[in-house]
């Protein structure tokens, strides 16, 4: 199995053939998540900790579930109590995570790159679990089997991802995942949404939500990232809604097995209305809850393989 990556910051530096690997595994997650007993032992001996410098209810219990059910024993650090909010850095926090001796340290923090910066300091492996505007990798791998299991391949669809693409490190990861797998997207939504650049980003810009939908074979929503806005981006939820909220009238534009995507969590009656979220022939939201805690699985699998073969490595450089 082709998975090199000792470290999982981002989507960008994965080929393809390293995505497909996380993908296949999690298949095999799936079915394991699917049976009464659904425990392996993958991470037997390991520990896993997780440490959110930002609140993440979903992302959290999701790579919680993830270990416990691979057999790692997870510890969650609660940052807003620790010496981080005393004053202590980035690197002392590393060196003291040295200390404790963790296999897998999986870290969201609201701070672009710095998931990148502790991966360069401590001794295990890292995953991102989301930083600043940068990327959440998981998210991406596990809307891209979420979409795989939908339309049966992850190749030369039309994605439409819509509305805040600024602040979204969702649609980052999900623009450089699905780029990756010669997919023709576009992203959707008001130009003060729109990160600058945009045109450099090699997808197509649409600000009519019809048109951007128009032969869409997926539809994936954002959440307004209210917390991350220091100024008047939108006028009023209301005319974000009529503009740019998926109903039934945007979403015709769309192919009819067109399937309807959200990271969660999700603002009814703003970026998408309750009937459309909760349609079972259209919508695959509660599908890609599930598909993240087998993407995280296999995620954090092929980690400690790569991982005890590179202290499998160092142990025999030093007996020799």
């Known amino acids: 199995m082709t998975f090199r990556a000792r470290h999982l910051l981002g989507i960008e530096h994965l080929a393809p053939e390293e995505i497909r690997a996380v993908l296949d595994l999690a298949e095999k997650y799936v079915e394991l998540n699917q049976r009464t007993i659904k425990h392996a032992d993958a991470l037997q001996g390991m520990t896993q900790i997780n440490m959110f410098f930002e609140p993440s209810t979903r992302t959290q219990a999701s790579f919680e579930l993830a270990g416990k059910r691979l057999g790692a024993d997870v510890m969650n650090m609660g940052v807003q109590h620790s010496s981080v909010k005393k004053g202590e850095t980035l690197i002392d926090t590393a060196l003291t995570l040295n200390a404790m001796q963790p296999d897998l340290l999986v870290v969201r923090h609201p701070a672009s790159g710095a998931v990148d910066l502790l991966a360069q300091k401590v001794k295990c492996s890292v995953l991102n679990a989301g930083d600043g505007r940068h990327e959440h990798p998981t998210q991406a791998l596990l809307d891209a089997l979420t979409i795989r299991r939908a339309k049966g391949r992850i190749q030369r669809l039309t994605v439409a991802i819509c509305g805040d693409i600024a602040h979204s490190r969702v649609a980052r990861s999900n623009l450089i995942l699905l780029g990756k797998m010669e997919n023709r997207i576009r992203l959707?939504?008001?130009?003060?949404?729109?990160?600058?650049?945009?045109?450099?980003?090699?997808?197509?810009?649409?600000?009519?939500?019809?048109?951007?939908?128009?032969?869409?074979?997926?539809?994936?929503?954002?959440?307004?990232?209210?917390?991350?806005?220091?100024?008047?981006?939108?006028?009023?939820?209301?005319?974000?809604?009529?503009?740019?909220?998926?109903?039934?009238?945007?979403?015709?534009?769309?192919?009819?097995?067109?399937?309807?995507?959200?990271?969660?969590?999700?603002?009814?009656?703003?970026?998408?209305?309750?009937?459309?979220?909760?349609?079972?022939?259209?919508?695959?939201?509660?599908?890609?809850?599930?598909?993240?805690?087998?993407?995280?699985?296999?995620?954090?699998?092929?980690?400690?393989?790569?991982?005890?073969?590179?202290?499998?490595?160092?142990?025999?450089?030093?007996?020799?």
């Open 188 to 320: 959707v939504g008001p130009p003060t949404l729109m990160p600058s650049g945009v045109s450099e980003l090699g997808c197509e810009v649409h600000e009519d939500m019809k048109a951007g939908l128009e032969g869409a074979d997926v539809v994936m929503m954002l959440r307004l990232q209210k917390e991350r806005m220091d100024g008047g981006f939108i006028p009023s939820e209301r005319e974000y809604y009529h503009r740019y909220g998926l109903d039934a009238e945007k979403l015709a534009a769309a192919k009819a097995d067109a399937i309807v995507m959200h990271p969660g969590p999700m603002n009814r009656g703003v970026e998408i209305d309750g009937e459309i979220a909760d349609d079972i022939n259209r919508s695959v939201i509660q599908d890609q809850v599930e598909m993240g805690v087998a993407v995280r699985m296999a995620c954090m699998d092929l980690l400690a393989r790569n991982l005890r073969a590179e202290r499998g490595r160092q142990a025999a450089g030093v007996m020799v």
